[in-house]
């Protein structure tokens, strides 16, 4: 949030990278949409922040933010290797639960992430 603002008092853009991944964030025929992107705009339109929103693979927005040519990424998972480089809200934007579904006709006989 600091950073946010100081950026805005210098009159410079935030720039934010992130990989579509719907329903999150995603491209629909050329505009940016998702639940996260539409409530992150609605944020910094309130702190009166201007950003500067880029799509790209997902190694790319991790080698810009490692650069410096990023402040941020939309909808990046806690990584203790990345502790160094990032600092992460307290507050989580969504939270994601993963999980597996198979077709009663056909189970799959998994009870732990090892035996996938």
């Known amino acids: 949030l600091l950073t946010c603002l100081s950026l805005a008092a ?3 853009k935030l720039r934010i990278v992130t990989e579509p991944w719907a329903p999150y964030v995603y491209d629909d025929n050329g505009a940016m949409r998702g639940l996260d992107y539409e409530t992150t705009v609605i944020v910094f339109h ?3 922040v201007d950003v500067e929103w880029q ?3 997902w190694k790319r927005c991790l080698a810009m933010l490692e650069q410096g040519h990023a402040d941020g ?3 990046i998972f806690h990584s ?3 502790d160094a480089l990032l600092l992460y809200p307290s507050e989580p934007l969504s939270e994601v639960e993963f999980v597996l579904f198979y077709a009663n006709e056909r189970p799959y006989p998994a009870q732990t992430l090892d035996d996938l």
């Open 55 to 57: 799509f790209l693979p």
């Open 10 to 12: 210098h009159g410079e």
């Open 73 to 75: 990424a939309l909808d």
């Open 46 to 48: 309130r702190l009166g």
């Open 80 to 82: 203790h290797d990345r």
